[in-house]
DNA sequence: ATTAATGCAAACGGTTTGCACTACT
DNA sequence: AGTAGTGCAAACCGTTTGCATTAAT
């Protein structure tokens, strides 16, 4: 298995960034960045639990959230709520970006801030003064295969 | 106190309208209703708890959650969820909206679907064969106010 | 040696369930 | 009498906490 050195960035330097802030690498951080490495998109918090088992067996829910506040700490990780209002992890490599699922077959796709609909939605709330973050929106409806 | 029959529709009717389906008239289901008829807006299921045990100290939470999904069967509520992850309630007479939080003060505002934020949302998804229901929709930001 | 991080167990909050009982129709 | 609805208690799930222990620095 490649290095956790290996890793792209932010991945790969995150040891030596963690001891510069007198935090530690340690075996079950680099499960869970292992885990966020391979996804580069977004996951639930219950979802990074379960991969991470999947690395190691005897992982401890705790460790797990722990971590991921401390990589949210360091900007690498963002958290939202879901359409189900579980706590959903954004992966920073993949991007700010909000989510749009269907509430008929539960697929989910990615707003895009360069999309059509992610910038219209940005624009319409900067008219009001508001400053969205994307990565907290989410939209819900009925996609064109179920209509 | 105002007798549940003069309440404004659609709850007056609403005792008849539960008995024409065989559903039964309760003194439970009179406090949820009256809690529902004077918030007229979106409430969490929590909160809707609480103001029942306001209205009678007994009331039982699964008695409340099964007398929403009752009420939701009917259409007078439908359930989301907001940027905290909670269900929430979105009690019929206020029309269909979305939820626009500011991340920084906690403030809440309605998305309405004919302001130009709430068109824009629904409009932009449309072109993308997607059917927006703007009371799935909860858009996390900051105000202007907080900026 | 220091102290960050872990494992564990227990608690959390909001919601849901099973089941015997109550009470609306 | 029939059965929808209730109260209760217990379980659920994802997440968070306290605390003694381990291990990275």
Not at 50 to 57: E, L, Q
Not at 75 to 98: F, S, T
Not at 123 to 134: K, M, P, Q, R, S
Request: aromatic fraction near 6%.
């Amino acid at each position: 298995m490649k290095p956790v050195s290996q890793l792209a960035e932010p991945w790969g330097s995150l040891p030596g960034r963690l001891r510069a802030r007198g935090l530690r690498w340690t075996a079950q951080r680099e499960a869970v960045v292992r885990v966020l490495a391979s996804a580069d998109g977004h996951l639930t918090g219950a979802e990074i639990v379960d991969r991470c088992r999947a690395i190691d067996r005897l992982t401890i829910p705790s460790t797990v959230y722990r971590t991921l506040d401390a990589l949210e700490a360091l900007g690498l990780v963002r958290h939202a709520h879901g359409a189900d209002g579980r706590e959903e992890y954004h992966v920073r490599p993949g991007g700010e970006h909000g989510h749009r699922y269907c509430a008929n077959c539960g697929r989910h796709w990615d707003i895009d801030p360069d999309s059509p609909a992610g910038a219209s939605i940005v624009g319409a709330f900067a008219a009001e003064g508001f400053v969205v973050d994307l990565s907290h929106v989410t939209v819900v409806g009925r996609c064109d295969d179920c209509d």
